[in-house]
């Protein structure tokens, strides 16, 4: 299986972001124990869980991937 510059240079951008996310454990993503908060509306947890911040990074790294080279269309 052969994959393009686009996709490799994303794959590449998309776990070192995520990595760094992680490591930094944000406090909307994180609790004060370093755990991953639950999906949802109370104060214990979060709109924006680490699953869904990781998967709208990547769509946005490829695009933005896709708009630098000019492969867009």
Request: with cysteine.
């Amino acid at each position: 299986m052969k994959f393009d510059n686009n996709i490799k240079l994303s794959i590449i951008l998309y776990v070192i972001i995520c990595f760094v996310i992680y490591y930094i454990r944000p406090p909307f993503i994180f609790d004060n124990k370093g755990e991953f908060k639950q999906f949802g509306l109370t104060r214990d947890k979060t709109i924006y869980p680490f699953w869904l911040v990781c998967l709208i990074i990547g769509i946005i790294i490829y695009l933005l991937v896709i708009i630098r080279n000019n492969d867009f269309i």
